[in-house]
């Protein structure tokens, strides 16, 4: 079910906008990469960014919601399939 841009929700298509790059790298170096350690990745990359930023840019993306599986499963057709991500 897509209900934003192609993606499940607004944050994980967020994610992807942002990250989606960086994800396709860690998964171009490390094939045993899973959505677990994709979002483990990222997670503390944001935990950085949240720790440096202000308040307000906290509250514009619900963690929580991000579908890390589709955006894994989406990555990695890409990458190891040679699909369109």
């Known amino acids: 079910m897509t209900d934003y841009n192609g993606w499940t ?3 994980t298509w967020l994610i992807n906008l942002h990250f989606g ?3 396709r790298e860690e998964m171009e ?3 045993s990469n899973t959505a677990e350690t994709i979002s483990n ?3 503390d990359i944001l935990q950085y960014q949240e720790d440096n930023a202000h308040s307000i840019i906290r509250d ?3 963690i929580s919601g991000i579908n890390w599986q589709e955006i894994y ?3 990695a057709l890409d990458v190891f399939v040679g699909g369109e991500a």
Do not use: C, M, W
């Open 73 to 75: 499963e989406t990555i």
């Open 60 to 62: 514009f993306i619900d």
């Open 41 to 43: 990745y990222i997670l």
């Open 21 to 23: 790059d960086t994800i």
């Open 9 to 11: 929700n607004r944050n």
């Open 29 to 31: 170096e490390d094939a």
